[in-house]
């Protein structure tokens, strides 16, 4: 519940990156909240689904934000978000990207929202670990 309302929170923000359980329990959350609301207007009589149609509307931008973040985590360009465009193969595509790991440490769209560093070069059995020296001052 609190990515849902981290998200809502965010709703403009394009920069940045989203972790992958920020972008799918948002979207998990909008689908559960959007088939409640159509249960309600059937009971209510609402045949135009106005609630539904609001609900949709208020969680638009909020969501294409989460979307590109969820890209730029990957490493991908928020103009990727296009891609759903292309009916069926583009959702696919989509579903795939928006699935994937986070690219490990920064980006240049933002630091790893896991803080997970980045990959050290692999050392040879002879070498020692550097170790960073710090300048006393």
């Not at 948002?26 to 689904?49: A, M, P, Q, R, W």
């Not at 609001?54 to 590109?68: D, E, F, N, R, T």
């Not at 991908?76 to 292309?86: D, E, R, T």
Request: hydrophobic letters at 40%; glycine letters at 8%; aromatic letters at 12%.
């Amino acid at each position: 519940m609190h990515y849902f309302v981290d998200v809502l929170k965010r709703y403009a923000v394009f920069t940045g990156r989203a972790r992958r359980a920020e972008y799918w329990y948002f979207t998990l959350f909008s689908i559960i909240v959007s088939i409640v609301l159509s249960i309600i207007s059937e009971i209510i009589g609402d045949s135009k689904n106005i609630i539904g149609s609001l609900y949709s509307l208020a969680v638009l931008l909020p969501g294409i934000a989460v979307g590109i973040r969820r890209l730029h985590d990957i490493g991908k360009s928020g103009w990727w978000m296009l891609i759903n465009f292309i009916p069926i193969a583009g959702w696919i595509w989509f579903i795939v990207l928006a699935c994937k790991e986070s690219t490990p440490g920064d980006n240049k769209y933002g630091p790893n929202p896991k803080n997970i560093p980045s990959p050290t070069p692999p050392q040879t059995p002879n070498q020692e670990p550097q170790v960073a020296q710090q300048n006393p001052q």
